[in-house]
């Protein structure tokens, strides 16, 4: 990762905070705030995953998906999270 992506990332990240601020996402959300706080960006990231990937919480459109990909990419993540959510939750 470069020195323009670690400056960037952080961004991007709290750009989707607005998700977890919901009556269902209000657990997630001290958990995303505390990691993102310490730069544990990855595990800030997880909360959203989770939250969205819950089966009680509402499908999500696109405009959530494209930016967890693109952080999940530059994160260099590998697992299936962003499969998952375009498999399972993709309104």
Do not use: W
Not at 15 to 25: I, P, Q, W
Not at 47 to 62: A, E, F, G, K, T
């Amino acid at each position: 990762m470069d020195t323009q992506s670690i400056k960037v990332l952080p961004a991007q990240l709290q750009a989707l905070r607005h998700v977890l601020l919901t009556d269902g996402g209000r657990g997630f959300l001290e958990f995303f705030d505390d990691f993102a706080e310490r730069h544990e960006l990855g595990l800030a990231l997880y909360m959203v995953y989770d939250l969205v990937l819950d089966p009680n919480s509402p499908r999500v459109d696109q405009s959530i998906v494209d930016p967890v990909q693109r952080l999940h990419t530059a994160m260099k993540i590998d697992d299936s999270c962003v499969e998952d959510l375009q498999n399972q939750k993709l309104a």
